[in-house]
């Protein structure tokens, strides 16, 4: 019984032809295959340093979260904005002359690390936390920048839940976003209390957020700087409260890949540079009359060097010599920057605390640049 | 001509080849450059991170092997459940689309049309956002009680992330299920309806016992290929929050810092996951033509 009936008859020269014909499509498929794979391919051609690579192409391509607010997030007007972001406009500032040539690359947290070693992206500025499994040869093998935002892993919860502390969350479930160091504390810190918890993992943090406030949990975690971002969304922002249990420190830092280190290096005085120039009360708006001043008094040589009016420092970092001129009139110093994103009058209003200038009881503080 | 088709045959085995020995070369040089050796040792260590969903019991303090074994568990559960879901689904779907009936036609026709233009992805976040959260809690006939922290159904236990994972799986597979059902049974001659009618068989009975076997040899193959889609669409569950291996490993890569290590177990269980699913079908397959064969 056959009920297609085509193979009744099959004609001798039908297979011949097939062989034929099937053996020409193959060899071009097989040579298109070739082609695309070889140009896909991630040959490490130079063995260069990713400086000059960035250089030579005259773009940043810069990682980030892209969803973020206050950190790195979409405007109205379509462009990334936020303290990350900043970042890499300092960085491409700093670079290649002009805070604009970034191209923004966003990225889930398991993606991030991978783009960076395959070279999809030059750096990344994605609230990503410093650890020694990232930094060392045996982990992720990257290499950090100073830190641009001390937060800590933080739960929050519903006002009207009566949790206040860590241990009235015993036995509950928790949403968690993956891929993060977040899911490991969060054990770290319930199984140190001997408190049992149910994780309910999610792969982004718009599904962690929509889990909770559907009711999913009765907690979420993250930093604490992201639960405020996600919180200033929410239709009733005061009706979800962050305990005060900080359960991890999280220094956020940039990173390059290790073992390249003029990348490394001109990351770091990047941002050291950011700090500062803080430091120095250099601004967006007077940093052209501080160089003009500084210019004109030679006895000024620590901030003359700083400039680059006196030529060296931006020579040993393979960058321009005013390079730290071009990006404080790019971005302004770090406290604009943080201000501008996270301050009192932004829609993300976070507490300075710990992100302050070490004089001023905060963490930041920046090498002499000599 | 029997000279130039060798030349063919090792000409295309030589690229194949080399084409390999690309990618393993990129793999070694990759390798090399971040300084890390291909190692499994990591495997033993204490994975230090909990699992919402266990099959079998599991401790934070328990290996990354046993974490990822109980990831797969929770693979094979949901995907074990889906294929036989499904099948059920895509078959009635499939059959009533034959139907005489003209509202059932439709309503077969409307389900498949829907679900077809609509990607996975956002069909289960449907499913786990809005349909199973939104779960107000409430007993029905006091043997299943929903709520949207999980279903208890007869006294077996579901959270609603594998809920949701096995709707979505189901819905989407039983719809490309039912058009090949479909297109099965119109391949059978009209003849053999108007035979068994002529008889005096009920149209059910006609289309299980007359129509349906007939169709099988169209159905299967295409059937093997769905079910691998269903197996491998399986690992979109993290999105919805199930603990599947997909997610494990996630986690599991993310600790450790080893990728490469960890995708390549991920690609050999689903590997081995494929093999037996189209292994079982193809042993399937022979057995059902065999049997026409006899009885031809």
Redesign the interface.
């Known amino acids: 019984?056959d009920?297609?009936g085509i193979w009744d008859n099959p004609t001798r020269s039908l297979p011949t032809l097939m062989?034929r014909s099937s053996?020409r499509v193959?060899?071009v498929a097989?040579?298109g295959?070739?082609s695309l794979?070889?140009s896909c391919?991630?040959?490490?051609s130079a063995s260069g340093s990713r400086l000059d690579l960035v250089k030579a192409r005259g773009e940043l391509l810069c990682g980030v979260s892209g969803k973020i607010p206050g950190f790195s997030f979409l405007s109205p007007d379509g462009r990334y904005t936020g303290l990350d972001v900043d970042i890499c406009r300092a960085m491409a500032a700093a670079f290649v002359g002009d805070a604009e040539k970034v191209q923004y690359r966003p990225l889930t947290?398991?993606e991030r690390?991978?783009a960076l070693?395959?070279g999809e992206i030059d750096l990344l500025s994605r609230n990503t936390t410093h650890t020694l499994?990232?930094d060392a040869?045996?982990?992720?093998?990257l290499r950090f920048g100073p830190v641009v935002f001390h937060d800590g892993q933080g739960l929050m919860v519903n006002a009207t839940s009566g949790v206040r502390a860590l241990a009235d969350l015993s036995g509950k479930?928790i949403?968690v976003g993956?891929?993060?160091?977040t899911?490991?504390n969060l054990?770290?810190a319930?199984?140190s209390q001997g408190l049992p918890?149910?994780?309910?993992?999610?792969?982004?943090l718009n599904?962690v957020v929509?889990?909770y406030l559907?009711?999913?949990c009765e907690a979420m975690t993250s930093d604490r700087s992201q639960l405020a971002a996600a919180r200033s969304g929410f239709s009733d922002p005061q009706a979800h409260l962050i305990l005060d249990d900080r359960i991890s420190k999280e220094p956020l830092s940039p990173a390059v890949v290790g073992?390249d280190q003029p990348m490394g290096d001109a990351m770091t005085w990047v941002v050291n540079a950011l700090i500062e120039a803080e430091e120095r009360g250099i601004t967006q708006v007077n940093v052209d009359a501080v160089m003009k001043q500084a210019a004109a008094d030679p006895s000024q040589t620590a901030l003359r060097r700083f400039l680059g009016v006196d030529p060296g420092l931006g020579h040993k970092l393979g960058l321009a010599d005013d390079f730290v001129v071009q990006m404080i009139r790019a971005t302004g110093n770090y406290g604009e920057i943080y201000n501008r994103h996270l301050g009192p009058d932004s829609a993300v209003a976070i507490p300075r605390g710990a992100n302050r200038l070490g004089g001023e009881g905060g963490l930041m503080i920046s090498p002499p640049f000599t | 001509m029997r000279q130039r088709r060798l030349l063919v045959q090792v000409g295309v085995a030589a690229v194949l080849i080399g084409l390999l020995a690309l990618l393993v070369n990129n793999l070694a040089v990759n390798l090399i450059r971040t300084g890390l050796g291909l190692g499994f040792g990591w495997l033993g260590r204490p994975a230090g991170f909990a699992l919402a969903e266990t099959a079998l019991p599991y401790a934070p303090s328990d290996s990354y092997l046993w974490a990822l074994t109980i990831g797969w568990l929770n693979s094979l559960k949901v995907i074990a459940a889906g294929l036989v879901l499904a099948t059920v689904l895509g078959v009635a779907a499939g059959a009533a689309r034959s139907s005489n009936n003209r509202l059932l036609r439709s309503l077969a026709g409307g389900y498949v049309a829907l679900i077809r233009q609509v990607p996975l992805l956002l069909q289960l976040l449907f499913w786990y956002f809005v349909a199973f959260l939104g779960l107000p809690s409430v007993p029905i006939g006091g043997l299943i009680r929903l709520s949207n922290q999980g279903i208890q159904l007869l006294g077996l236990n579901l959270s609603v992330e594998f809920c949701a994972v096995l709707v979505g799986l189901t819905v989407f597979t039983g719809a490309s299920i039912a058009e090949i059902v479909r297109g099965g049974i119109n391949a059978v001659p009209r003849g053999q309806w108007e035979a068994f009618r002529s008889l005096g068989l009920g149209e059910g009975l006609g289309l299980r016992r007359i129509v349906l076997p007939q169709a099988l040899p169209a159905i299967l193959p295409a059937l093997t290929s769905q079910y691998l889609n269903l197996a491998k669409n399986s690992t979109l569950a993290i999105a919805v929050g199930y603990a599947d291996l997909y997610a494990v490993s996630d986690t599991t890569i993310t600790q450790t810092g080893r990728a490469i290590e960890g995708f390549l177990l991920l690609l050999l269980s689903f590997l081995l996951l494929n093999l037996l699913i189209s292994g079982g079908m193809a042993a399937f397959n022979r057995a059902v033509l065999g049997r026409l064969n006899r009885s031809r």
């Open positions: 019984m009920v297609l062989f053996s193959l060899i097989l040579a295959l070739s794979l070889a391919a991630s040959l490490d947290a398991p690390f991978t070693r395959s499994s990232r040869v045996g982990g992720n093998g479930s949403c993956s891929g993060t160091t899911e490991q054990n770290d319930f199984a918890y149910t994780p309910i993992k999610y792969q982004d599904q929509g889990g559907q009711g999913r073992g």
